[in-house]
């Protein structure tokens, strides 16, 4: 069975880092684009950062700089590290796999 199980995120003071990991089970990891999308209260689910099989990446500008996705094929994991965080990046965070989501972290940006 295909799934995506994702572990990390909480609440971190502005300026700081955390990073988020999503474990792929079935062959949905070999063949697909992983990607990071999150929502915020109110608003639509936005794509954040994408990683092809062959490492190809594309990150959406409110992140450029601060970032970055990276994947271990031996491990099926794909991770997001994300530095000098911002309260507008708080929101979701879900994991997606052609059709498959992550249950989705909650990150919480806030002095």
């Known amino acids: 069975q295909e799934q995506l199980v994702q572990s990390g995120g909480g609440l971190v003071q502005p300026g700081g880092s955390l990073r988020l990991s999503c474990v792929a089970s079935?062959?949905?990891?070999?063949?697909?684009?992983m990607g990071w999308y999150r929502q915020a209260p109110g608003k639509e689910r936005e794509l954040v950062a994408q990683?092809?099989?062959?490492?190809?990446?594309y990150y959406v500008d409110s992140v450029k700089g601060r970032f970055s996705i990276s994947r271990d094929n031996a491990k099926n994991t794909v991770y997001l590290q994300m530095n000098s965080l911002k309260p507008e990046d708080t929101a979701v965070y879900y994991c997606k796999a052609g059709s498959q989501w992550g249950q989705g972290t909650q990150v919480t940006v806030s002095s």
């Open positions: 079935g062959d949905i990891f070999s063949f697909n684009a």
């Open positions: 990683i092809t099989p062959g490492g190809t990446t």
